[in-house]
């Protein structure tokens, strides 16, 4: 029977709080630094939302995420992800774009 790990994407396997947190003030400035961390990169995003995101936002969140996520957020993880994968079947939960995330 194969075994599987299950990863968180951002924090976890992607280390883009800092960059995610650029992103988010410039769609959000209302939203603090520490409301941010908190609530969204710490915790549930979806049980205590610190960021009020529209339709509107959540998209150009997405395009901005797109335009900075890469190959050097994953820089740290890389090596343990890739020893596990040679024994267990790997899988990523994660709130953003599946796209952004795949390419990565």
Do not use: C
């Not at 947190?21 to 995003?45: A, C, D, K, M, W």
């Amino acid at each position: 029977m194969p075994r599987h790990v299950v990863f968180d994407w951002d924090g976890m396997l992607a280390d883009t709080a800092a960059d995610n947190y650029t992103i988010v003030s410039r769609l959000h400035p209302e939203v603090s630094p520490t409301q941010y961390f908190i609530n969204h990169h710490l915790g549930n995003v979806f049980e205590a939302p610190a960021v009020p995101f529209t339709d509107e936002t959540r998209a150009a969140y997405d395009v901005a995420y797109a335009k900075v996520l890469g190959p050097q957020h994953v820089a740290k993880a890389a090596p343990a992800v890739r020893l596990l994968s040679s024994q267990y079947q790997l899988h990523v939960v994660t709130s953003n774009a599946g796209s952004v995330v795949e390419r990565v």
